[in-house]
């Protein structure tokens, strides 16, 4: 492929780019504001990685929510802020024993499910849910945002269901 013509696309789509947003100052807070947690508490992490859909770039000042419950009535339980590399900081996050995967009882999951809110300036809002959380383990979810001039009619949040039931 002619390097020329990659060159040029790229230049033509970072200039689209810079026309239709500003990209605001990224926040340098690196720990999200979460709940308080114990020595004794099971903990996993999960960290949301924020792109422009197909990875094309990644979204600085995304505001990512962590919550359990349904989205119209949701309880929070952290926020962040993406830094210009479209990473939050790393969500503690409250699981189950990671004792219950060595256990016979297929009905008591061994991890946590937590839902993620993903909200940034110029883009359709995307709801990840079912997120699987482990104990002792830092989970990464993806998140690909839509521009909401490229969107259509269609200006609704996208839900992504992102839980199967593991069988361990």
Same mark, same amino acid.
């Given at each position: 492929?002619?390097?020329?013509? *990659?060159?040029?696309?790229? +230049?033509?789509?970072?200039?689209?780019?810079? %026309? !239709?947003?500003?990209i605001p100052t990224v926040t340098e807070t690196r720990e999200p504001v979460t709940h308080? *947690?114990?020595?004794?508490? +099971?903990?996993?992490?999960?960290?949301?990685? %924020? !792109?422009?859909?197909?990875?094309?770039?990644?979204?600085?000042?995304a505001r990512v929510t962590v919550f359990t419950g349904n989205i119209e009535d949701k309880q929070v339980i952290a926020t962040? %802020? !993406?830094?210009?590399?479209?990473?939050t900081g790393a969500f503690k996050l409250k699981t189950p024993s990671r004792q219950l995967?060595?256990?016979?009882?297929?009905?008591?999951?061994?991890?946590a499910v937590y839902n993620m809110l993903v909200e940034a300036?110029?883009?359709?809002?995307?709801?990840?849910l079912n997120i699987p959380v482990f104990s002792g383990?830092?989970?990464?979810?993806r998140s690909d945002m839509m521009l909401l001039e490229t969107a259509g009619t269609d200006?609704?949040?996208?839900?992504?269901?992102?839980?199967?039931?593991?069988d361990l």
């Open positions: 492929m002619d390097k020329k013509i *990659v060159e040029k696309y790229k +230049n033509e789509m970072l200039n689209m780019y810079r %026309v !239709t947003r500003t308080q *947690v114990s020595e004794e508490d +099971n903990i996993g992490e999960l960290i949301a990685i %924020v !792109t422009s859909i197909r990875n094309l770039y990644p979204v600085p000042n962040d %802020v !993406t830094d210009r590399s479209g990473r995967s060595q256990q016979a009882d297929r009905n008591a999951l061994p991890y300036d110029g883009f359709i809002d995307n709801i990840h383990v830092t989970s990464l979810q200006k609704d949040a996208q839900i992504f269901n992102e839980g199967e039931r593991y």
